[in-house]
């Protein structure tokens, strides 16, 4: 019964609407320091670009982007899937349904048509917003994200966009929230680029590039509101706070 509920379009366009006036209230509330200083604004002139994000630190990341910035996220076919590109939509955000994972998999989730639509997104200069980690396996990046560099041409930033004030929950993504009235840190890493030529040795060297620089804009944005990066490999089985 539950599940029904959750598939309905009047409760999915409900909770959508609650979220993104969270959103906005969290937005406002927070005090955020930019590292480096005047980011997001000094990115407008190097757009688009692709944006790497960890799994459950996505909730804010929309807050990075230039005010009237074209940005495109992709989005799983899942049931939570529709729910997160009904609350983008509202954020500006185009949402582009699929997923990666194993080839053997890809038709089925829309992997195939996603990547398409990215490299479309991107040549008409939309920046594309996506997870780095493979489909269930925090924090370890997978060759999709450095295909879309190899394929379009367009360089990966590494994003952290975090929160003093938050709730952190025991999921396998280590997901966290953000709460009103903290201190918020932007830290974007440095860029990646993959040459269109690149061999299987350099697409696994900027895979692990791209997991690395992930890592460490985290753990430089927890270190920035005073906190310890919940997902981080050295805290994913210690206690962390409700």
């Known amino acids: 019964m539950l599940k029904r509920l959750g598939r309905s379009r009047i409760i999915q366009a409900a909770v959508g609407l609650v979220a993104v006036g969270y959103l906005k209230l969290l937005r406002a509330t927070t005090r955020f320091t930019c590292e480096p200083a005047g980011f997001p604004e000094a990115m407008r002139e190097k757009l688009p670009v692709i944006a790497a994000m960890w799994h459950g630190q996505h909730f804010m990341i929309h807050f990075a982007w230039p005010k009237g910035a074209s940005v495109s996220a992709l989005i799983s076919r899942s049931d939570d899937g529709e729910l997160n590109a009904r609350i983008l939509e509202r954020l500006g955000v185009t949402p582009i349904r699929g997923s990666g994972g194993q080839p053997s998999k890809q038709r089925k989730r829309g992997g195939v048509a996603a990547l398409r639509e990215m490299l479309r997104q991107l040549s008409q200069g939309s920046t594309v917003v996506l997870t780095a980690d493979i489909p ?64 299987e040795a350099a697409l696994e060297g900027a ?14 944005a927890y270190a920035l509101v005073g906190s310890r990066d919940p997902g981080s490999r050295s805290q994913q089985f210690t206690e962390r706070p409700a």
């Open 136 to 199: 269930k396996v925090s924090r370890v990046a997978g060759l999709g994200i450095v295909t879309l560099a190899q394929m379009s041409g367009r360089p990966i930033y590494p994003i952290a966009v975090v929160s003093s004030h938050r709730i952190d929950f025991r999921s396998w993504d280590s997901a966290s929230i953000g709460l009103p009235f903290g201190r918020g840190a932007m830290v974007l890493g440095d860029p990646i680029l993959v040459s269109r030529d690149a061999d």
């Open 207 to 220: 895979r692990q590039a791209v997991q690395r620089g992930l890592d460490e804009a985290h753990a430089r």
